[in-house]
């Protein structure tokens, strides 16, 4: 399913628009339901930029202390 920006941007701009309606807020308090919601995007981004990040200078590191820790014991 391929959505485009300018769609994707109209159900943003639906959602906003029914999230401030008081009869909305109304509804939601007589169903008793949930108003948590997460916004998706922050995860994703941390995703990006962690896949992003080179752990391979990280372990490089950590396996050279151990060796010298072997050495300096």
């Known amino acids: 399913m391929n959505i ?3 769609r ?3 159900i943003e701009q ?3 628009k029914t999230a401030s309606d008081p009869n ?3 509804w939601m308090e007589e169903l008793n339901v949930s108003k948590m919601y997460q916004d998706p995007s922050n995860y994703f981004k941390a995703r990006e930029i962690m ?3 080179n752990f391979s200078i990280l372990t490089k590191k950590k396996n050279l ?3 010298l820790n ?3 014991k």
Do not use: A, P
Request: a negative charge.
């Open 4 to 6: 485009t920006i300018e």
């Open 65 to 67: 202390t151990s060796i």
């Open 8 to 10: 994707f941007e109209q």
């Open 24 to 26: 909305f807020h109304k």
């Open 70 to 72: 072997l050495f300096l």
């Open 51 to 53: 896949s992003d990040y």
């Open 14 to 16: 639906e959602r906003n």
